[in-house]
T-cell receptor, first 112, second 114 residues
Framework: AQKVTQAQTEISVVEKEDVTLDCVYE???????LFWYKQPPSGELVFLIR??????QNEISGRYSWNFQKSTSSFNFTITASQVVDSAVYFC?????????FGAGTRLTVKP | DTGVSQDPRHKITKRGQNVTFRCDPI?????LYWYRQTLGQGPEFLTY????????KSRLLSDRFSAERPKGSFSTLEIQRTEQGDSAMYLC????????????FGPGTRLLVL
């Protein structure tokens, strides 16, 4: 069975601090995809990244970076030099086929 | 804007009433998904369509829930005889065909059952 755990329920940082959001997953499949979505107060889920299980290369996009480690079943998300606009709930998700399983989310608050 | 749209954005109803929500996917996406999100939780999958075919509906929460996509374009989600426990955000997403394609979400419909 697939499962996604985001152990950090809430994180609060001051602007310009770096912050890492943790995601640990469980799956029996060898082929799967991992995702991160952002949900700002408006409620709409915004897609951030998709990574397949065969690609462990880390990715950087501006202030965002992702670290995928199959050995520890983790797909962590780091925001560098956080900004107030980064305040949102962030969800990690796992997909083995058509079904996407989400974690419970981490609420990030960035204070000015 | 050509993203996923949902209507209404908010719905307040009394227990026992029926409600229907609409979702319009991104135009070239033939897959459409419905999720429910309760407070403090991640979205929970309900059902999905490929074109007009409903390929998975075993996770609809009860037989009071039903979904349609009659012409393979927009979809509706209906909840009959609503209960207070149905209060939640109902999210729609769409994707290109193929396994594990990225799903793009709409703004959701927030339902409150009094």
């Amino acid at each position: 069975a697939q499962k996604v755990t985001q152990a950090q329920t809430e994180i609060s940082v001051v602007e310009k601090e770096d912050v890492t959001l943790d995601c640990v997953y469980e799956t029996r499949d060898t082929t799967y995809y991992l995702f991160w979505y952002k949900q700002p107060p408006s409620g709409e889920l915004v897609f951030l990244i998709r990574r397949n299980s065969f690609d462990e290369q880390n990715e950087i996009s501006g202030r965002y970076s992702w670290n995928f480690q199959k050995s520890t079943s983790s797909f962590n998300f780091t925001i560098t030099a956080s900004q107030v606009v980064d305040s949102a709930v962030y969800f990690c998700a796992l997909s083995e086929s058509w079904d996407m399983r989400f974690g419970a989310g981490t609420r990030l608050t960035v204070k000015p | 804007d050509t993203g996923v749209s949902q209507d209404p954005r908010h719905k307040i109803t009394k227990r026992g009433q029926n409600v229907t929500f609409r979702c319009d996917p991104i135009s070239e996406h033939n897959r459409l998904y419905w999720y429910r999100q309760t407070l403090g939780q991640g979205p929970e999958f309900l059902t999905y369509f490929q074109n007009e075919a409903q390929l998975e509906k075993s996770r609809l929460l009860s037989d009071r829930f039903s979904a349609e996509r009659p012409k393979g374009s927009f979809s509706t989600l209906e909840i009959q005889r609503t209960e207070q426990g149905d209060s939640a955000m109902y999210l729609c997403a769409s994707s290109l065909p193929g396994t594990q394609e990225t799903q793009y979400f709409g703004p959701g419909t927030r339902l409150l059952v009094l």
